[in-house]
């Protein structure tokens, strides 16, 4: 982890985690902001799995959710959302549509007299993501909808305005939603997502992914600020420059400059949180021409980073710099693409990215309690943080028809990934 500028961010979010791994009490909220890399959800759904294990169990729901079957793409591994009735859709990368977005990036709108949503959770999730509180997002200017479900389930329902809150008096692994037009009136609704809650402490990861989204992506939805600042959170994790760096007229002034007005927006939200970058992966143009643009991105990361005193998580250089990915692919953690990782990729990436958290959460400890001895363990924290390199082995990677532990980050860099340099 490297914080070009402050560091008073991220010694507050590590004094709330701390507080809630020593004591289980509290709630820390994490949001994770990308593109195909997220909604795909094996890079955000291990790093949910990390964060919810970190002290035994911490998890206090799945969080941020949207039936994205509905505008026919791939739906995050965990869950699946089953629709009926008639709707339309809209993503921020869709320049020829327009509409309502929030935080999520992506709405969908019915008019249809009655229509059904019906919420189920993957059997094979690590953790039990049964929920008994329901939050839904949506605009309905008309106030012609009216959103029901069991009335057996229902302990308490709070409609506001542009949400309404279920607290259900069981907690339950599938849910039906239902939406009623009133009789002969005019008027649609438009869903923009939802978030399931199983626990009030714990650790609460939002992820939030888009086929394809930049930067200017997601400065397209006007009710970004109001929705991020409803979801609270203490670390925002910012995945988005991938897209934004794919060509040859890249430019690192305005790629600054969009960004910009984004951690505007994020601060208007969320003005103590955390803001770390991840840096681009390295990734071919094209299938067959290294991008340089990976490079710049780093370095306006870094910029930025020291600007709005964020933290920064160089992917870039931890998978070994430029034209790391073949070396990747090589090793059955990227695919034929040269953009996208397989999923052991994915969770590879996540254990590097984790471990550098708790690494800094462990030196943020040791530093508090002003240690001289940096190897010595600090119970109970430390003995529940693990290493970088430790995370990474864990990740199963097949070569030859065997499972063999999967390559160290050092292994990666020191593997000649930078041979085109």
Same mark, same amino acid.
């Given at each position: 982890?490297? $914080?070009?500028?402050?560091?008073?961010?991220?010694?507050?979010?590590?004094?709330?985690?701390?507080?809630?791994?020593?004591?289980?009490?509290?709630?820390?909220?994490?949001?994770?902001?990308?593109?195909?890399?997220?909604?795909?959800?094996?890079?955000?759904?291990?790093?949910?799995?990390?964060?919810?294990? %970190?002290?035994?169990?911490?998890?206090? +729901?799945?969080?941020?959710?949207?039936?994205?079957?509905?505008?026919?793409?791939? =739906?995050?591994?965990?869950?699946?959302?089953?629709?009926?009735?008639?709707?339309?859709?809209?993503?921020?990368?869709?320049?020829? #549509?327009?509409?309502? %977005? &929030?935080?999520?990036?992506? =709405?969908?709108?019915?008019?249809?007299?009655?229509?059904?949503?019906?919420?189920?959770?993957?059997?094979?999730?690590?953790?039990?993501?049964?929920?008994? #509180?329901?939050?839904?997002? $949506?605009?309905?200017?008309?106030?012609?909808?009216? !959103?029901?479900?069991?009335?057996?389930? *229902?302990?308490?329902?709070?409609?506001?305005?542009?949400?309404?809150?279920?607290?259900?008096?069981?907690? *339950?692994?599938?849910?039906?939603?239902?939406?009623?037009?009133?009789?002969?009136?005019?008027?649609?609704?438009?869903?923009?997502?939802?978030?399931?809650?199983?626990?009030?402490?714990?650790?609460?990861?939002?992820?939030?992914?888009? @086929?394809?989204?930049?930067?200017?992506?997601? %400065?397209?939805?006007?009710?970004?600020?109001?929705?991020?600042?409803?979801?609270?959170?203490?670390?925002? !994790?910012?995945?988005?420059?991938?897209?934004?760096?794919? &060509?040859?007229?890249? =430019?690192?002034?305005?790629?600054?400059?969009?960004?910009?007005?984004?951690?505007?927006?994020?601060?208007?939200?969320?003005? @103590?949180?955390? !803001?770390?970058?991840?840096?681009? @992966?390295?990734?071919?143009?094209?299938?067959?021409?290294? @991008? #340089?643009?990976?490079?710049?991105?780093?370095?306006?990361?870094?910029?930025?980073?020291?600007?709005?005193?964020? +933290?920064?998580?160089?992917?870039?250089?931890?998978?070994?710099?430029?034209?790391?990915?073949?070396?990747?692919?090589?090793?059955? %953690?990227?695919?034929?693409?040269? !953009?996208?990782?397989?999923?052991?990729?994915?969770?590879?990436?996540?254990?590097?990215?984790?471990?550098?958290?708790? #690494?800094?959460?462990?030196?943020?400890?040791?530093?508090?309690?002003?240690?001289?001895?940096?190897?010595?363990?600090?119970?109970?924290?430390?003995?529940?943080?693990?290493?970088?390199?430790?995370?990474?082995?864990?990740?199963?990677?097949?070569?030859?028809?065997?499972?063999?532990?999967?390559?160290?980050?050092?292994?990666?860099?020191? =593997? +000649?990934?930078?041979?085109?340099?």
């Amino acid at each position: 982890m490297h $914080y070009p500028g402050s560091r008073t961010n991220a010694e507050r979010f590590y004094s709330k985690l701390e507080q809630l791994v020593t004591t289980g009490e509290g709630r820390v909220n994490i949001v994770q902001i990308g593109g195909s890399h997220i909604q795909a959800g094996s890079f955000s759904g291990q790093m949910r799995n990390r964060f919810q294990q %970190l002290n035994g169990e911490m998890n206090a +729901g799945w969080g941020f959710m949207f039936p994205y079957r509905i505008a026919r793409t791939n =739906s995050p591994f965990g869950y699946y959302i089953r629709y009926n009735g008639y709707w339309k859709t809209f993503r921020n990368v869709e320049g020829r #549509k327009s509409g309502t %977005l &929030g935080v999520g990036g992506i =709405s969908a709108t019915t008019s249809s007299p009655k229509a059904e949503l019906t919420i189920l959770l993957e059997e094979e999730n690590e953790l039990d993501y049964s929920f008994n #509180k329901l939050r839904i997002y $949506y605009e309905n200017t008309a106030k012609n909808y009216t !959103i029901n479900i069991d009335p057996d389930l *229902v302990k308490n329902k709070v409609e506001a305005d542009g949400y309404t809150d279920f607290e259900l008096n069981e907690w *339950v692994d599938s849910l039906q939603i239902t939406l009623e037009k009133d009789y002969n009136s005019q008027g649609n609704f438009t869903l923009l997502g939802m978030s399931t809650e199983t626990d009030p402490n714990g650790i609460m990861y939002h992820s939030i992914g888009v @086929n394809g989204a930049h930067v200017p992506a997601f %400065l397209r939805c006007q009710l970004f600020t109001e929705q991020l600042a409803d979801l609270s959170p203490d670390l925002v !994790i910012l995945g988005l420059g991938i897209n934004d760096a794919y &060509g040859r007229k890249f =430019s690192q002034a305005r790629f600054e400059d969009h960004y910009g007005q984004l951690i505007d927006k994020i601060k208007a939200a969320a003005p @103590n949180a955390l !803001i770390v970058f991840t840096t681009n @992966n390295d990734s071919y143009l094209y299938r067959r021409y290294v @991008n #340089k643009n990976g490079e710049k991105v780093q370095d306006s990361m870094f910029k930025m980073a020291k600007k709005y005193n964020a +933290g920064v998580w160089d992917m870039f250089s931890v998978m070994g710099g430029l034209n790391s990915i073949v070396l990747w692919q090589n090793n059955g %953690l990227a695919q034929s693409d040269k !953009i996208h990782f397989t999923r052991e990729g994915y969770l590879m990436i996540a254990d590097l990215f984790f471990g550098a958290l708790m #690494k800094d959460f462990e030196n943020f400890i040791l530093d508090k309690k002003e240690l001289t001895n940096k190897e010595e363990t600090v119970p109970p924290v430390s003995a529940t943080l693990r290493t970088t390199e430790s995370l990474a082995s864990t990740v199963p990677l097949q070569v030859g028809g065997r499972l063999e532990p999967v390559v160290s980050e050092k292994h990666l860099r020191m =593997s +000649g990934g930078n041979n085109n340099e």
